[in-house]
């Protein structure tokens, strides 16, 4: 497995150019499907989980292929409806295409995604929405398989989620777009992901309308067209390599962002002493002081994201008090904090809550990444750590950011990549 050799301690200061979101490239790719004729998606970042997704779907017979950050897309000549487990074991996202199979060709056989290092992240919610919408599924040998009722079409219905879920709402928009009827669906989650998932929806013919609230009422359109469309910016590589001027009193430009979509994330950037300056499309934080203590609560948009918890933490870290962190939507985020202590931290874990009690400086040390967010989380550290710091399993970083390392030197850190060949 690939490692980083990242030498500090650094100034993390300079211009980063912000790609795609992930979280947003992904459903948009299984939207695709949807689409009777050709789509094209700009904006899309290389990643594993991308190309991962395109073999999946790819795999259907489906024409795909990705020229830069181009994706092009014809389904005409879809030969099956099938989603193996070696594929979305590596990348659970892959059940966003289980919502469009069923929706357009009546039937799916997609693997139950398994759990990851974060917790178990069922899927209950979205075959409890397929169900409602007149779909009959099983789960046999660890696959979902789905059937349209007789007649092939999903029927459009009233349905509320038990809990505000990302991916479930994605998958059942997507599914509702082409229903018989209309979907009124409660408690959808409000992630600026899921509105670029919408948007792309209505340009490829869908009717939705309450895009971006809590209720949104879809009425099933008989097919969809394709569209030309491009990814949202990521806002949660923006805030991570905002959060690195925050940890060694530097100064990052993040470009082809907004700030709209971080809000939350920018306010405690400011809360801890950053200076938060921001235009159209970009955003700069400047740090000249030792950060203050912040207390964080993860929450759905527009609260705090989760995803951006460990990148906080590691600033916090460094801070000139104690902070806390609650992790209230995933069951198992915190392992980054037993890496961030042989960083030198001072962390400890009381349930869903951590305690940080600020420190002076990171110490260089040897660590293992364990999820894609505090990958980052340590990434960061380690640049701003006395030493040599070896970073193992960073397969998690390549998963989610792309081309970090020319992104992480153009922004001062001394990285190099240890290729497990060698
Ligand atoms: C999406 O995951 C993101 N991934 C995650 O980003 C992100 O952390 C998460 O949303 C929350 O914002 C993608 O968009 C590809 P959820 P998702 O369904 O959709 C529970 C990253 O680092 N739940 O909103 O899987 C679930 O267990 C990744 O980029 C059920 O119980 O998240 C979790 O506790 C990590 N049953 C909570 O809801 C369900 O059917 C939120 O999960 C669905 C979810």
Known sequence: MDQFLITGSSRIAGEVTISGAKNAALPLLAAMILAETPTTLHNVPSLQDVTTLIKLIGGMGIRIQKQDDTVTCDTKNID????????????????????PLLARFGEAEVSLPGGCAIGSRPV????????????????????????????????GCNFSFDMVTVGGTENVIMAAALAKGTTVLGNCALEPEVVDLADMLVAMGAKISGIGTATMIIEGVERLYGCEYSV????????????????????????????????????????????????????????????????????????????????????????????????NIFENRFMHVPELNRLGASIKIDGHTAVVRGVECFTAAPVMATDLRASMSLVMAAAAAEGESLIDRIYHIDRGYEDVENKLRALGVNIERINSND
């Open 80 to 99: 099956n409806f099938y989603a193996p487990y070696d594929l979305v074991k590596t990348m659970r996202a892959s059940i966003l295409v289980l919502g």
């Open 232 to 327: 949202v910016p990521d806002r949660i590589e923006t805030g991570s390599y905002l959060a690195g001027a925050l940890m060694t009193r530097g100064d990052v430009l993040a470009k082809n962002t907004s700030a709209l979509l971080l809000i939350p994330v920018l306010e405690k950037f400011e809360a801890m002493g950053a200076m938060i300056t921001t235009g159209e499309d970009w955003i700069r934080a400047q740090m000249t002081e030792r950060p203050n203590p912040v207390d964080i609560r993860t929450q759905p948009h527009p609260g705090f994201p989760t995803d951006m918890q460990a990148q906080l933490m590691a600033i916090s870290c460094l801070a000139d008090g104690t902070s806390t962190f609650i992790e």
């Open 124 to 155: 209950d919610q979205h075959l409890k929405a397929f169900e409602a919408m007149g779909a009959e599924i099983s789960v046999e040998n660890g696959y979902v398989k789905a059937h349209a009722p007789k007649g092939g079409k999903l029927i």
